[in-house]
Nanobody, 118 residues
Framework: VQLQAFGGGLVQAGGSLKLSCAASGTIFSINDMGWYRQAPGKQRDVVATITRGGSTNYADSVKGRFTISRDNAKNTVYLQMNSLKPEDTAAYYC?????????????WGRGTLVTVSS
């Protein structure tokens, strides 16, 4: 099972980016999915999570600016980021709890870098 993230890049403050992350492999189902981020010299923190049924949670720092969504048919999770700030600069990682024939896996994608210039 693999998670692959797309959509990072360089954007000016106030701009928008949309990240996507697709799971591939032999998957029975995917439970919670989420986005995390890690700025240089800091720990990895949760940005947003979403259950299979669509219930969401956000870090206080992104509420009202970021929107997490998912497409269960495509095994994909998205993060729409609006009104970006320089402090949003970080490597963004997707996470998914994936059910396979071998059991439940807590899977991570490689980070995609988001840089917000002032």
């Amino acid at each position: 099972v693999q998670l692959q993230a797309f959509g990072g890049g360089l954007v000016q403050a106030g701009g928008s980016l949309k990240l996507s992350c697709a799971a591939s492999g032999t998957i029975f189902s995917i439970n919670d999915m989420g986005w995390y981020r890690q700025a240089p010299g800091k720990q990895r923190d949760v940005v947003a999570t979403i259950t299979r049924g669509g219930s969401t949670n956000y870090a206080d720092s992104v509420k009202g600016r970021f929107t997490i969504s998912r497409d269960n048919a495509k095994n994909t999770v998205y993060l729409q980021m609006n009104s970006l700030k320089p402090e949003d600069t970080a490597a963004y990682y997707c996470n998914a709890r994936i059910v396979t024939i071998r059991g439940l896996y807590d899977s991570w994608g490689r980070g995609t870098l988001v840089t917000v210039s002032s």
